[in-house]
């Protein structure tokens, strides 16, 4: 039985198999960073705390593209859809800085749209080698990592975000919480 806390976000199991604690914690992440982006207007999204320039929208943003990254270009080794397709030389930060032109809901439901696909390309690879399935693109060292340290790295991805996105929402409407 899952039990949700207030937020709505699932607990992750706490004696379950590897898989399914490391995809729960993942899960946990993820819904994290919903609670923190829900409910808000575009002056929601745009705000930033202090000098930093980042922003929940940024942050909605930027793990759609690692959700992407990760899951479709480096484990499975399919190509970037179009969306990604820019002048990265020009702008390396473009994910982060073209969120303040998209709207609320495009933000939501790109990052929305990434983890729908992330999940499955996750049961794909699941069922194709289990968590010691090696990614399809290494690094330029020739070093592969498995789906058990992409999925622990985008844990890692979520969590450190997660406490942006915690001061972001506590600047723009004093919400607190985790």
């Not at 080794?77 to 303040?100: I, K, Q």
Request: glycine share 8%; net charge negative; hydrophobic share 40%.
């Amino acid at each position: 039985m899952t039990s949700t806390d207030d937020q709505g976000r699932a607990e992750p199991p706490v004696a379950a198999g590897e898989v399914e604690t490391l995809l729960g914690f993942l899960d946990y992440q993820r819904a994290t960073l919903e609670w923190k982006t829900r409910g808000l207007d575009a002056d929601g999204f745009r705000a930033t705390v202090g000098a930093s320039t980042m922003t929940l929208g940024g942050l909605l943003k930027h793990l759609a593209l690692v959700e992407e990254s990760w899951f479709s270009r480096r484990l499975h080794g399919h190509a970037f859809h179009p969306r990604w397709d820019v002048d990265w030389d020009a702008d390396p930060d473009w994910e982060w800085n073209s969120a303040t032109a998209d709207s609320p809901e495009q933000l939501r439901a790109l990052w929305e749209e990434a983890v729908a696909c992330s999940r499955e390309l996750v049961a794909e690879a699941l069922a194709d080698g289990g968590l010691d399935r090696l990614a399809a693109v290494g690094w330029p060292d020739g070093t592969t990592m498995s789906l058990r340290w992409i999925v622990v790295h985008l844990i890692e991805e979520y969590a450190r975000h997660n406490g942006h996105a915690d001061l972001i929402r506590e600047v723009v409407d004093g919400e607190v919480g985790e």
